[in-house]
């Protein structure tokens, strides 16, 4: 068993081509989408086009809730998911809606956007402190794991790759993101190959070129400035994005 996985696209059509095409050559069974697909100023519908038609699980992410409901849940939508809503097709709306907080896949593979519990909680990594992110304590990775009885965990949102290890032997995977590269200091698109072999799971944390400066300008066109040092260095945090 060999599949992708895939999260925070976040409306970059172009970074997830790119990485499609790096995944048609993994000789992956499916591919498995962690949420946050379309909120970002540069090509939405194109994202949500490309994401309807992959042959795994696709789940929400906080974004895609916010779009859902029009609102956040303590404010109306930035000008960032308010963009985005106002590109999907009708169908795109219906597809975002109806998308589950959590799925499991093959009974062995768990999928959430943030936690379990929430789709706006940062799980393998605190957010970030003056540019920088770091891995929370053992405790705090461990317990919201607590009653998932899956031996492989996948989340994103905090946009950083990472594969955990619990001593009981459960992975907890973050693919990092396609579409927005935060303090990576690349602004390479990421996802992960995940493969059961010998009766044990391993992860492969893929890093894949594209024309990150096209995004950029894309962005900027799009008349979102601040997205243009985020798309094209990879250094920036998510001040002033959504």
């Known amino acids: ?17 790119a990485v499609l095409a790096d995944i048609a050559g993994q000789g992956v069974d499916a ?11 540069l090509d939405p519908a194109g994202a949500a086009e490309r994401l309807m038609g992959l042959d795994g699980p696709v789940i929400r992410g906080n974004h895609d809730r916010w779009l859902a409901q029009g609102r956040r849940d303590d404010r109306d939508l930035d000008p960032t998911d308010q963009f985005a809503r106002r590109q999907l ?3 795109q709306h219906a597809w975002l809606a109806a998308l589950p907080a959590t799925s499991v896949f093959e009974n062995e593979i768990f999928l959430c956007h943030g936690t379990p519990a929430s ?3 940062a799980w393998l990594d605190d957010w970030y402190y003056d540019r920088k992110t770091t891995l929370p304590s053992e405790q705090a990775v461990t317990a919201p794991a607590e009653g ?6 996948l989340c994103g949102h905090t946009h950083i790759a990472r594969s955990v290890r619990l001593r ?15 303090v990576h200091g ?4 990421r996802y992960a190959v995940i493969e059961r072999r010998d009766g044990k799971w391993r992860t492969s944390l893929r890093v894949v070129e594209y024309d990150h400066h096209a995004a950029a300008q894309q962005a900027v066109d799009n008349g979102f400035l ?7 260095t990879g250094w920036a945090d998510a001040s002033g994005l959504f």
Do not use: E
């Open 1 to 17: 068993m060999r599949f992708a996985v895939i999260s925070d696209v976040h409306g970059n059509a172009m970074a997830l081509d």
């Open 31 to 41: 591919t498995l989408c962690l949420g946050d697909h379309v909120s970002g100023p």
């Open 89 to 91: 097709s009708a169908t």
């Open 119 to 121: 789709d706006n909680v």
């Open 148 to 153: 998932i009885d899956y031996p492989v965990m």
């Open 168 to 182: 009981d032997g459960r992975m907890v995977v973050n693919p990092g993101a396609v579409g927005l590269q935060l």
């Open 186 to 189: 690349s602004p390479d698109a």
């Open 226 to 232: 601040p997205w243009k040092q985020a798309l094209a």
